[in-house]
């Protein structure tokens, strides 16, 4: 394996760095919305299932009667 020097290692860092792309504010405001829309639909969905098993439970072993 080749090894390669710590000056040409950091040309290569920057050269990688130089083809990234970043997000656009429009772009990472739309993306942080939909983080916390699908967060808000599955704490939701979790809520109800668990809302649900715990119903049958209760049900099926007679607690809460």
């Known amino acids: 394996m080749a090894r390669t ?4 290692f950091i040309r290569q ?3 990688e760095a ?11 405001g739309v993306s942080t919305a939909m983080v916390f829309v699908m967060v808000t639909l599955a704490a939701l ?7 649900a098993l715990a119903w049958i439970v209760r049900v099926v072993l007679g607690f809460g009667g």
């Open 18 to 28: 130089a083809k990234v792309t970043w997000p656009t504010r429009k772009e990472t």
């Open 13 to 15: 860092v920057r050269q």
């Open 45 to 51: 969905f979790f809520f109800v299932v668990d809302q």
């Open 5 to 8: 020097s710590p000056g040409a």
